[in-house]
């Protein structure tokens, strides 16, 4: 389901990668631009999964490891992003795929920030994230 990109081989995918990061600033009005999301993952910051059902490339998710606390580092989901209707049939696939991935990286949990709420899908509201200008 997840299958990682080679930051030497980003070029061959990121037009798609791109429109898709688009569509999630779309949504969030987050102030960072696809061009950040590149450099982070090129220069290791940042790491890109391509996600897939069955031979079909239905979307993907760009992981950060946050620091080690008290209770072990976090997998932080950067950005997830699927072809519109595309990731409901393999949420539950997606969710153990992250899992996976979060405990091969020695992570107690997974992290992400969202515009909507995602308590239905099994999260738990850690905090609200309010922000004014200056």
Do not use: C
């Not at 008290?70 to 595309?86: I, K, Q, T």
Request: net charge negative; hydrophobic share 45%.
């Amino acid at each position: 389901m997840l299958h990682p990109v080679d930051p030497r081989r980003l070029h061959e995918v990121w037009a798609w990668v791109r429109d898709g990061l688009l569509r999630v600033i779309d949504k969030t009005h987050d102030d960072w631009i696809p061009d950040d999301v590149y450099a982070e993952i090129r220069g290791g910051a940042s790491a890109l999964y391509l996600i897939y059902s069955g031979d079909e490339r239905i979307g993907f998710v760009v992981v950060q490891v946050w620091p080690q606390y008290h209770n072990g580092p976090r997998l932080f989901v950067r950005a997830l992003w699927g072809e519109p209707h595309s990731l409901a049939a393999v949420e539950d696939e997606l969710m153990e795929s992250l899992r996976v991935l979060a405990r091969k990286h020695g992570a107690s949990a997974l992290r992400m920030n969202s515009p909507r709420r995602w308590d239905a899908a099994g999260w738990t509201l850690k905090q609200y994230i309010y922000e004014t200008t200056v």
